[in-house]
């Protein structure tokens, strides 16, 4: 079965300084989607950044970035520049694959994210 | 992004009662929506899979005659809570999946807050 596993419950960094997210999963499919999503105190579940796996280049959305690791199974996210408003709940994502073209999600147990000023 | 409605946003009732989260895809047609159930400071949990008309899947655990899901249109979703009880309590948040499922997005409505008194 799948899994994800975030093992930081809690990371705190200072604005304007760069903090890495880790997140670690189990599969035996070799093509798959992985994901971090963003849920802010408003509780509405944001997409940060995707990565598709046969894609070895890392993904990258502004200061957001992964560092894919598909050997090891590793998935983690840095966050650059770390502003105010990226304090959130961030959950790492696996997608699986379901019957007749569907797909869900499976997440990691979620890293609450603060930011100092 | 495409967006993707919760109502209520919260909502309060008795013991007993039961109580209809609606889900809706506001600009496109939504193929499978998922319903999660999210407890405080925890991860979301997958309750069930449905699919624009025909009966839902669910979780392993999950009680359906309890929680009825219904997806009688491609936009529209809905779940309902049936002789809710306190430990129904929580946050139950939705997502769609349109057609073009390979993009790999789902994407997620504001989320509903149910206390039952």
């Known amino acids: 079965?799948?899994?994800?596993?975030?093992?930081?419950?809690?990371?705190?960094v200072q604005e304007a300084e760069t903090v890495t997210l880790s997140c670690t999963y189990d599969t035996s499919e070799s093509d798959y989607y992985l994901f971090w999503y963003k849920q802010?105190?408003?509780?509405?579940?944001?997409?940060?950044?995707?990565?598709e796996a046969y894609k070895q280049q890392n993904a990258t959305e502004n200061r957001f970035s992964v560092n894919f690791q598909k050997a090891a199974k590793s998935f983690s996210l840095k966050i650059s520049d770390s502003q105010l408003g990226d304090a959130a709940m961030y959950f790492c994502a696996y997608?699986?694959?379901?019957?007749?073209?569907?797909?869900?999600l499976v997440f990691g147990q979620g890293?609450?994210?603060t930011i100092n000023p | 992004g495409a967006v993707v409605s919760q109502h209520p946003s919260w909502v309060i009732c008795k013991s007993g009662t039961s109580v209809k989260?609606?889900?809706?895809?506001l600009d496109f047609?939504?193929?499978?929506?998922?319903?999660?159930?999210q407890f405080p400071k925890q991860s979301l949990m997958l309750m069930a899979t449905s699919n624009e008309g025909s009966k839902a899947t669910y979780e392993q655990g999950v009680e359906?005659?309890?929680?009825?899901?219904?997806h009688a249109s491609l936009t529209l979703s809905t779940l309902t809570v049936t002789s809710a009880h306190p430990e129904d309590?929580?946050?139950?948040?939705?997502?769609?999946?349109?057609?073009d499922w390979y993009t790999g997005e789902l994407f997620f409505g504001e989320g509903s807050r149910l206390t039952v008194l």
């Open chain 1, 1 to 12: 079965a799948q899994t994800v596993t975030q093992s930081q419950p809690e990371m705190s």
């Open chain 1, 40 to 51: 802010p105190p408003s509780r509405q579940m944001i997409l940060v950044i995707r990565q």
């Open chain 1, 95 to 104: 997608r699986i694959y379901i019957i007749q073209g569907a797909q869900k």
């Open chain 1, 111 to 113: 890293t609450r994210l």
């Open chain 2, 21 to 25: 989260i609606e889900c809706r895809s």
């Open chain 2, 29 to 37: 047609q939504a193929t499978t929506m998922f319903w999660y159930r």
């Open chain 2, 64 to 70: 359906k005659d309890k929680f009825l899901i219904n």
């Open chain 2, 89 to 99: 309590s929580s946050f139950y948040i939705c997502s769609a999946q349109s057609k």
